[in-house]
């Protein structure tokens, strides 16, 4: 019982018709909720923003959504308001199965975001799905999910830093993809020693 499939924000704000739409991301839904009996775990991450976010550009004055800002923690790109908690747009894709062992949310602190699953955006604070697979003796993970170049991106690398066997399905990832991020997010997993399958 050592493989675990990771769920990546698979959310409706994500979604074609979403706040932060990532084109095709709806097209993953059934491939992974195909995928899930083949793995001896699941786990599903939730983005899950307070209202006025600071990483939402409506949160900082005169600023427009995809402008890049320093935060105390390092650069941030500011997004549209997405995924705020309790919102029909932070809910799950309502075909995306819900029957997982664990569902993860991150980005909750106003102050910070979180695209990885393992620590928010100042890669220090742990969100404690390190402890929790460890003490599950999980070892080895397959990624899938939204966006390939941010969250998917983020949690892969920190999963692989961490020890773990990573790998991440692409064809049950789609990507936002601007100013060349998944050219860049594909190189730095694959530098990390993440397998794109
Ligand atoms: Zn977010």
Redo the contacts with the bound molecule.
């Keep these: 019982m050592t493989h675990a499939l990771l769920v990546i924000?698979v959310q409706n704000d994500f979604c074609p018709g979403g706040a932060?739409a990532v084109a095709g991301g709806d097209e993953i839904v059934a491939p992974i909720n195909a995928m899930m009996e083949e793995f001896d775990a699941v786990i599903l991450t939730q983005?899950w923003?307070p209202a006025g976010?600071s990483?939402f550009a409506s949160s900082h004055k005169g600023k427009s959504p995809f402008e890049l800002i320093d935060m105390p923690y390092g650069p941030q790109v500011l997004?549209p308001d997405?995924?705020v908690q309790d919102s029909k747009g932070a809910a799950f894709h309502p075909e995306l199965r819900t029957d997982g062992d664990l569902i993860l949310r991150?980005?909750f602190r106003s102050g910070i975001?979180?695209?990885s699953a393992f620590f928010e955006n100042d890669h220090q604070t742990p969100t404690g799905l390190k402890g929790y697979l460890e003490t599950r003796g999980i070892t080895r993970l397959t990624l899938v999910g939204l966006a390939t170049d941010f969250?998917v991106h983020y949690s892969a690398v920190d999963a692989a830093r961490l020890g773990f066997d990573v790998t991440v399905r692409m064809d049950a990832c789609r990507a936002i993809d601007m100013d060349g991020s998944l050219a860049a997010a594909e190189q730095a997993m694959r530098d990390a020693g993440v397998t794109l399958a």
């Design positions: 924000d932060l983005d923003h976010h990483s997004w997405h995924c991150k980005g975001d979180s695209y969250c």
